[in-house]
């Protein structure tokens, strides 16, 4: 029996990665369309310029699933050239992908397209689910575009998800080790105000998420990929104290977080903004969490 081969877009990056090892262990095949061919990953590695449709589309053909995680991160500064390029590597990838699926004999049934929770802005205590409007700023910006390239793919075929993923946790990578690495040496206070929401899911969750969206015919559309708890950063940086033993640390005013942001040559509003999201979709459709609690999820990432 052949092995089902699943397609990543951008998966040399950590969520893709970890993704790629769920799906060889299950015993599918990996192709990682990579800008960096010649980059050790777990996978087929398959290069190609993540904006137009080139000959690596042929890898499309036939396979049991795409999913796309291409983007410039954003952490980042903003400026003017890092600004055009978060959004043109999101929008350029979508469309190639688009116009891939359309030129292909045999499509992917399905398509899982990355996407995230800023698009809901920073609403304060409101809670968020699928049907929360839209927020404002530049981060808003990039979502909206984003998620519009995605809708206006003409791929009648292919069952699209949108997933708006969190802030997600996980060993070897992602936003949780530099923030454990803080916690660790003592500078793991809460961050401004400590009132900001903090929508966060275990990779573990994330993955078979993922995998619940490459598998279930039922899921389609948009859906919040996060965990059912959502946390102020007071009480996450609370929580991260205890996973690594540091009972307490200094808060850090919004005027040190915005310093220490421009010394990292990034932006503060992503330690300083939040959201309070929940995943009523999924939840919806009977997809449950290994690990719903923070304090479950530090404890088995971080021993």
């Not at 893709?16 to 060889?24: F, I, P, S, T, V």
């Not at 802005?121 to 984003?146: I, K, M, N, Q």
Request: a positive charge.
């Amino acid at each position: 029996m052949t092995a089902r081969r699943v397609v990543l877009a951008g998966g040399s990056g950590f969520l893709g990665q970890r993704l790629a090892k769920e799906l060889l262990a299950a015993g599918c095949e990996v192709d990682v369309l990579t800008r960096s061919p010649g980059a050790n990953v777990l996978g087929r590695a398959v290069g190609w310029d993540g904006s137009t449709a080139g000959d690596w589309a042929r890898v499309l053909e036939g396979c049991a699933a795409v999913v796309n995680f291409t983007g410039k991160s954003v952490d980042c500064r903003y400026t003017p050239s890092n600004r055009r390029e978060i959004v043109e590597s999101r929008v350029r990838s979508v469309a190639a992908l688009g116009q891939a699926a359309s030129q292909c004999t045999t499509p992917p049934p399905v398509w899982v397209q990355a996407a995230s929770l800023a698009i809901y802005g920073s609403p304060g205590e409101t809670l968020c689910d699928e049907s929360a409007p839209p927020g404002s700023g530049f981060s808003v910006e990039v979502c909206r575009r984003w998620e519009d390239a995605f809708n206006s793919c003409e791929v009648p075929s292919t069952r699209k998800v949108l997933l708006r993923i969190g802030f997600v946790l996980g060993e070897g990578g992602g936003a949780l080790e530099p923030l454990a690495r803080l916690a660790r040496f003592g500078l793991g206070g809460r961050a401004g105000s400590g009132r900001q929401y903090i929508s966060w899911l275990h990779v573990a969750d994330l993955n078979r998420m993922l995998m619940w969206a490459i598998d279930s015919e039922g899921v389609a559309g948009t859906y919040n990929a996060t965990g059912p708890a959502p946390v102020t950063n007071a009480e996450f940086m609370a929580a991260l104290r205890t996973a690594v033993g540091r009972p307490w640390s200094p808060p850090v005013p919004a005027l040190l977080v915005s310093v220490g942001a421009w010394a990292m040559r990034t932006e503060p509003e992503l330690v300083l903004t939040g959201r309070r999201c929940i995943p009523r979709k999924a939840l919806s459709q009977g997809f449950n969490f290994t690990y719903p609690a923070l304090e479950g999820a530090l404890g088995e990432i971080l021993g």
